[in-house]
């Protein structure tokens, strides 16, 4: 286990360092997240609006960006560079643990500058219920990763079927999440998509905790469906980095 949590820690440190090194990536990945912001927290009714857009937002930006992050592996695999970490001395389910961590640092980093933005704005910051928010969305944003990880390596050399699996599921998650716009008053067909969706859960947990209603069942929802989400993520990870050649 000790040996583990080491090569997860390389893997880790080797994942954040061009994160690090160019700072912009992250910029550039809230770009879309904030033109939502933008174009559509004006059409929400009240002044409450923002209190109930933001945290859908970050959860969005999340989904972007984690969703994305496989296609960094996608081109080790194509240029031969994960080949020659598979061939090393770390132990496989860390090549995928680390990089699955990995994805905490920019959602973090987002989800404060995306604050930081609308405060201003009027948006109104409960401390408690957001570091606990975040905790909610660093499980999920590991899920997210490990998964898009999965796909890249069932994709192999094949591109396009890494994008076109991506592109496919992205928006209607984020639509029957109702990031956008409320779906309660919706048809029965899409409040029942909605329902097996567990990006609703997270996104109505991170509304109860940013709002400050910290013991809300709609939190406890969002714990749990990002736990399944990470756990699911993990497991399907590692045994694909398993079979890996």
Not at 92 to 115: F, H, S
Not at 143 to 149: P, V
Not at 225 to 241: D, P, Q
Request: aromatic share 10%; proline share 6%; hydrophobic share 55%.
């Amino acid at each position: 286990m000790s040996s583990l949590v080491t090569d997860t820690r390389v893997v880790f440190s080797r994942e954040l360092r061009p994160v690090l090194r160019s700072p912009f990536s992250i910029v550039f990945s809230m770009v879309q997240p904030l033109f939502f912001l933008a174009l559509f927290a004006p059409l929400l009714p009240d002044d409450t609006s923002l209190q109930w857009f933001v945290p859908g937002i970050i959860v969005m930006s999340c989904l972007f960006g984690t969703s994305m992050t496989g296609s960094n592996l996608l081109y080790e695999i194509q240029t031969g560079s994960h080949e020659r970490m598979l061939v090393t001395p770390l132990r496989r389910p860390a090549l995928l643990i680390g990089r699955a961590l990995k994805e905490i640092v920019p959602m973090l980093v987002q989800a404060v500058l995306i604050v930081l933005a609308c405060l201003p704005f009027g948006f109104r910051l409960h401390p408690l219920g957001a570091v606990l928010g975040l905790l909610i969305l660093a499980g999920f944003c590991v899920g997210l990763g490990a998964l898009s990880y999965t796909l890249a390596l069932a994709s192999k050399n094949q591109e396009w079927l890494f994008w076109t699996v991506q592109q496919t599921l992205l928006f209607p998650l984020l639509l029957l999440a109702g990031v956008l716009l409320p779906i309660d008053d919706g048809p029965a067909w899409l409040r029942f998509l909605s329902k097996i969706n567990p990006m609703t859960y997270v996104v109505n947990a991170e509304r109860a905790l940013f709002d400050g209603d910290v013991w809300s069942r709609a939190a406890g929802y969002g714990l749990i469906a990002a736990l399944a989400v990470a756990l699911l993520g993990l497991l399907t990870g590692v045994r694909a980095m398993r079979r890996s050649d």
